[in-house]
């Protein structure tokens, strides 16, 4: 089993966690195509997820940007994201595993709550580490969690977002793991999670090539999804990977502006700009200054705030299969806006920023005649957090 | 002085080594000088300097804070490479850092940088074994030290490839977790030393801090005992600073050499 992927990947970490990653690789590849564990996770993503997602034919926006859009609609899964796809999966295999207690890590709490559900669904102990900054900026979130029996811990070391909950994750589990599984909620971090976590997102993309082939009888000339660690953007465009004629474009969060001052870039777009390095337990691409010491990033959206981006996305781009973009805060925010008085659906200010770079580049030309947006969240969990900016609060 | 030699000269005195750890330019750079010199006054065998990393998830809030005070001092590896050579010290110096700062600086410089400094080893908390290739061969052909940790958690397989690749001295974790001063030296220590069968001098660490615990390790078969959080405390307390680290360092040493 190859741990990497092009020159990026690897498992860069503590010695104490190299056997709990050896063990999580066995158990993945003895469970993941085991017909009892394939039962039940088929069960959960149907029943309990409430899979498949519909492939929405936004009529209004493909009227005004004169291309044919369409939604996949992951904003519809049980806590209103497409990270419960990967949750689920994981769970299970913990649980198979034989594993009592589950730690994660989240930006937005699109992740802590995914994990919340289905830790109590399952009966773990679980415990979320979150940047003290995204505590404040997802106080629903923080409460669904707690609602369902899960302990969040703010963070308070570094820059108090994402990458510290990571941080703090990873020491939990280096202290804890004889009985916890660190349950990562995007394609980051050691082998084998960037494979684990891409295979159970994938779940988006083979739904997508079925159902685009039902509507429009082909597959798409482009497919665009946010990215901060990647995984709604490795889920639907993975399927498709070996489909050269479909375009895959990378949207990361372009923030206030692409410049980096000397402790933090005013963006998080690590495929884009970022360099050659490691970042917790990875080589990647990543949002460092001259002596790699790690920048913080900055996003609208905290889901999207991070230094890094999955390996695999990092291989991709170098090898030319997909095409790093980017959509600023202001642009994103139109697009949440515009989305929302459309087509009556809010979206999350993550996939706001893949609505904004087709609304940026579709007159263009350069995403064809038929295009399907990744829509990975819906954006209830957002609104406090434009309403203060409409207010002219800051971020 | 290089990590072989002093090791073979403690052998010879059927003694233990002390090994302490304290990052590089924590509170100030100025500060780093007179607590390398306490702690070698105080009976330290080698000395171990971390060079900061702005994400270092190996390690307890204790050396987490330590980093962050460097940091925000204005540590950074051109001046960590500059003060460790200001240094005058005879004792060996090790490096303890994160494979980012190592990588982003380039490898072979950084060995060289290393060299150039007077550092005889390289301690990096989240490179292990398999991912170490580049950084051990540059390592070897330069004579630097390349240390690995070893954790109560590695298996029997796991430490035969270990053992093949470190030098220097092997760094026993003696419990799961991360790095921090604890009460309880776990029973793990012992049964880890015993399954470690090497010539390679074996030190021992995380969560030592008194001279009675050093003492046990010792007695358990370690030969050397690495000690960091509770340096780093002292420091961090700002109080009396070389004075306690001298004390400390002494009340250790004390008890490594009462070891049966």
């Known amino acids: 089993m190859t741990t990497s992927y092009g020159k990026y990947g690897g498992q860069f970490v503590p010695e104490i966690l190299m056997p709990a990653l050896a063990e999580l690789e066995e158990g993945y590849q003895r469970y993941k195509d085991d017909p009892e564990f394939l039962k039940e996770l088929d069960f959960y993503l149907k029943d309990f997820a409430g899979r498949e997602t519909p492939l929405y034919f936004a ?5 005004k ?27 299970l295999l913990a649980k198979y595993m034989g594993k009592t207690r589950i730690v994660a890590e989240t930006g937005a709490g699109q992740h802590g709550t995914a994990t919340a559900m289905i830790g109590a669904n399952l009966g773990f102990d679980t415990v979320v580490y979150m940047g003290a900054k995204d505590v404040e900026r997802q106080l629903m979130n923080v409460y669904r969690m707690k609602l369902m029996g899960t302990v969040v811990h703010a963070v308070e070391s570094g820059s108090k977002t994402l990458k510290d909950a990571i941080n703090e994750a990873l020491r939990d589990w280096v202290t804890n793991v ?26 988006i993309g083979n739904e997508v090539k079925e159902q685009i082939m039902e509507k429009e009888g082909r597959y798409p000339d482009s497919i665009v999804a946010c990215t901060g660690g990647g995984s709604n953007a490795m889920g ?66 905290a889901g999207l705030d991070y230094s890094g981006v999955g390996p695999e996305l990092a291989y991709l781009a170098d090898i030319g299969r997909l095409t790093p973009c980017h959509a ?13 008085r459309m087509e009556g659906i809010i979206p999350a200010l993550e996939s706001s920023h893949a609505l904004a770079y087709v609304m940026k580049a579709a007159q263009s030309g350069e995403l064809g005649n038929l295009v399907v947006i990744n829509l990975s969240g819906r954006g209830d969990k957002d609104l406090e957090t434009v309403i203060n900016l409409e207010k002219g609060g800051k971020l | 002085m290089n990590i072989p030699d002093k090791f073979s000269e403690l052998r010879a005195r ?18 780093t000088e007179g607590i390398v010199q306490a702690l070698i006054r ?58 980012n700062l190592i990588f982003k600086r380039g490898i072979e410089k950084f060995v060289l940088d290393c060299i150039d400094s007077g550092i005889s080893g390289i301690i990096v908390p989240d490179l292990p074994v398999e991912e170490s290739e580049e950084l051990a061969e540059c390592c070897t052909r330069n004579d630097v030290d390349l240390i690995f940790l070893i954790a109560p958690t590695t298996s029997v397989d796991r430490i035969d490839m270990i053992l093949e690749h470190g030098s220097g001295f092997m760094y026993l974790v003696s419990r799961v977790g991360v790095t921090g001063a604890r009460s309880d030296v776990a029973e793990s220590t012992s049964k880890l030393l015993s399954r470690v069968k090497t010539d390679i001098p074996k030190a021992v660490g995380f969560g030592i801090s008194t001279g009675k615990q050093a003492k046990e390790v010792v007695e358990d078969g370690a030969d050397g005992v690495i000690v960091g959080s509770a340096f780093v405390d002292i420091i961090a307390s700002g109080k009396d600073v070389n004075a306690r680290l001298e004390a400390l360092a002494k009340e250790l040493k004390d008890g490594i050499l009462l070891a049966k």
């Open chain 2, 14 to 31: 059927d003694e233990s080594a002390l090994i302490a750890y304290v990052c590089a330019g924590d509170p100030t750079q100025d500060a």
């Open chain 1, 178 to 203: 004889e009985n916890t599984h660190y349950l990562i909620g995007s394609v980051v971090g050691p082998h084998p999670y960037p494979m684990i976590v891409r295979d159970f997102q994938s779940v």
């Open chain 1, 236 to 301: 639907i465009f993975y399927p498709f990977v070996e489909e050269k004629d479909v375009k895959l474009f990378a949207v990361e969060a372009g923030g206030s502006g692409m410049a980096t001052t000397e402790h933090a870039a005013l963006h998080s777009a690590s495929l884009s700009v970022g360099e050659e390095g490691v970042l917790h337990g990875a080589r990647t691409r990543i949002l460092q200054d001259k002596y790699g010491q790690i920048l913080e990033s900055h996003s609208i959206s």
């Open chain 1, 65 to 91: 940007y004169g291309t044919r859009i369409y939604l996949k609609r992951e904003d519809l899964v049980h806590g209103g994201a497409h990270k419960l796809n990967n949750t689920i999966g994981q769970g």
């Open chain 2, 42 to 99: 105080g009976g330290a065998d080698i000395v171990e300097l971390g060079l900061p990393f702005s994400d270092p998830v190996a390690d307890g809030p204790t050396i987490q804070a330590a980093s962050g005070r460097a940091l925000s001092a204005g540590m950074n590896p051109d001046r960590y490479f500059e003060l460790v050579k200001s240094l005058d010290v005879d004792v060996p110096l090790v490096c303890m850092t994160y494979y």
């Open chain 1, 59 to 63: 009529k209004n926006l493909s009227k």
């Open chain 1, 328 to 340: 600023n805060d202001d642009e994103a925010l139109e697009a949440f806006h515009e989305l929302s």
